[in-house]
């Protein structure tokens, strides 16, 4: 059974707009560390709290976000989200202080759509397709991040960090017209109160087979804001201006997607998905 119109609509419409937020959050990766230098009140410690308070506003409201869009609908959590995502940028855009770019990121992550996306996505899906829509969206992610690592350094070289925040807030701009007249509505559905939220929570953190899997995910994340911190700087002092580590990135993406490949069809078609991660591990760790 295909997928109908309205499905692939939703599937195409829901997968561009994290596009087009996460283009915006993965230009400023591999920069920050090497522009943000040029910031009123620069240390090497507050850019990285620049760099990583995005995530730690984004963990915060997360669940909230998401049990908000149970009570009042998806859709308004998703255009409030984008436009506080938004207001960050241009205040980041419009900041000569690093404070200031610190206060932007994390308005950007106060923008925390990704569990009412998600969840977007199962009422617009029936169940037996709603693998491959995850996996479209997970594409979406996947081609957004490899774009932004050579865009943003050349972005950079024209205007630094003004010029990537504020080529962000067009873009979250972007995606709330999309929200608003490509994703289609979804149907009106009873969800679960709001306020039983902390109880489902409390259960799921005490499902110790739930931890492997969230310490791996919190590692990976970390290890990679940890390589764009410590990686552009080291690459100057070994004389490839900023400027030019698009060309790095790009076979190196290239090489990792070719790689990639033969690991997801294992994992799918013969269901050895904890093998394939762990071996994803084992290659993390001899790189």
Excluded: C
Excluded at 61 to 82: T, W
Excluded at 125 to 147: C, D, N
Excluded at 234 to 239: I, T
């Amino acid at each position: 059974m295909t997928p109908d119109k309205t499905e692939q609509r939703a599937v195409i419409s829901l997968a561009s707009l994290y596009a087009l937020r996460m283009l915006g959050l993965f230009m400023v990766l591999p920069v920050m560390m090497l522009e943000g230098e040029q910031l009123e009140g620069a240390t090497p410690q507050l850019l990285g709290l620049a760099m990583g308070v995005y995530g730690l506003t984004q963990a915060l409201l997360q669940i909230p976000a998401g049990a908000l869009s149970d009570r009042i609908g998806r859709k308004p959590v998703i255009i409030g989200g984008l436009l506080i995502f938004a207001l960050g940028s241009v205040i980041a855009a419009t900041s000569d202080s690093v404070w200031g770019v610190i206060i932007g990121r994390a308005l950007q992550g106060g923008g925390a759509i990704a569990s009412a996306i998600m969840a977007l996505v199962t009422d617009l899906t029936r169940e037996e397709h709603r693998m491959k829509a995850m996996a479209s969206i997970g594409a979406s992610i996947g081609l957004s991040f490899s774009v932004a690592l050579i865009l943003g350094p050349w972005l950079a070289s024209f205007g630094g960090l003004h010029l990537i925040f504020a080529v962000t807030a067009v873009l979250a701009i972007g995606g709330v017209l999309v929200t608003l007249w490509v994703i289609p509505a979804p149907p009106a559905k009873q969800h679960r109160d709001a306020s039983a939220a902390l109880p489902v929570i409390i259960e799921q953190l005490k499902n110790r087979r739930m931890w492997p899997l969230n310490l791996g995910i919190f590692l990976l994340h970390a290890l990679m804001v940890a390589i764009f911190v410590a990686i552009p700087a080291q690459l100057v002092e070994a004389g490839l201006t900023a400027d030019h580590h698009s060309w790095l990135y790009l076979p190196v993406l290239l090489v990792a997607f070719v790689l990639m490949v033969p690991l997801i069809i294992i994992a799918e078609k013969r269901q050895r998905m904890k093998g394939v991660v762990i071996t994803g591990a084992l290659i993390i760790a001899a790189a």
